[in-house]
């Protein structure tokens, strides 16, 4: 595997359930992103880790919940979501220690369904 | 706050046509600008950034950009458009100007049709 990867790449569940997305970055950086990309909006950055501490929570409700384990892997653990946080989750990475300009590389995002 | 314009949702053009994707951002300072590019069923790839030095920038598949401080602008051209661009392309400012520097803060995505 090269990149960034993302696994389930789709994901049906009901509002009661608990699910988790996984990221792996092969890539050898040392900051991970989660964002959300819902139609007609623009991207929104909601966690960002460097070094496997988390350095950003933009207002994420509750029932989103990161884990960093290690600077290659991502989790985002979910319960009891809601109809409007039906969307596609994506996992960026990048090399350096949050440096401006620095490029962040996307996996190809899990598309979630919330029933 | 910085911001990202960009002109048009929607834009279609003919195969072997110039393309032309609009990007204005808001910032005191001048920022750091990427192109990316989504397509179906894809995460997004960086076209082409500008952080400093030469103000035209030379991406993948024979995107460029030119960052114009005076209009705060920075246009995605390429002179002949092929069916294989077809994809929704995302403009995106980090750095000075407000907030964390490593911070994206996308357009809204111009998604462009190539026609036969």
């Known amino acids: 595997e090269t990149g960034v990867t993302q696994t389930p790449r789709h994901l049906v569940m009901g509002m009661t359930n608990k699910k988790s997305l996984k990221c792996e970055q092969h890539l050898g950086h040392n900051a991970m992103y989660w964002y959300k990309q819902s139609a007609k909006k623009p991207l929104e950055l909601m966690f960002v880790?460097?070094?496997?501490?988390?350095?950003e929570n933009n207002s994420v409700p509750s029932r989103f919940s990161p884990e960093c384990p290690n600077s290659s892997h991502l989790f985002l653990h979910l319960h009891t979501l809601q109809p409007e946080d039906s969307a596609l989750y994506l996992c960026?990475?990048?090399?350096?220690?949050?440096?401006?300009?620095?490029?962040?590389?996307f996996g190809p995002g899990t598309r979630l369904t919330v029933l | 706050a910085q911001s990202v314009t960009q002109l048009g949702s929607h834009v279609s053009v003919s195969e072997g046509a110039l393309v032309l994707l609009r990007c204005n951002y808001s910032?005191?300072?001048?920022?750091?600008l990427f192109w990316y590019v989504q397509y179906p069923n894809q995460g997004l790839q960086l076209l082409l950034k500008?952080?400093?030095?030469?103000?035209l920038v030379k991406g993948i598949n024979g995107f460029e950009a030119e960052f114009k401080k005076s209009e705060t602008s920075f246009h995605l051209t390429k002179p002949s458009a092929h069916m294989s661009d077809a994809a929704e392309y995302f403009c995106?400012?980090?750095?000075?100007?407000?907030?964390?520097?490593?911070?994206?803060?996308f357009g809204k995505g111009t998604l462009l049709t190539v026609n036969p």
């Open positions: 910032s005191s300072v001048p920022p750091y």
């Open positions: 995106a400012v980090s750095g000075p100007g407000g907030g964390s520097n490593y911070k994206l803060t």
């Open positions: 880790y460097s070094l496997e501490e988390r350095v």
């Open positions: 960026a990475s990048s090399q350096d220690d949050l440096r401006g300009g620095d490029t962040q590389y």
């Open positions: 500008y952080t400093t030095g030469a103000t």
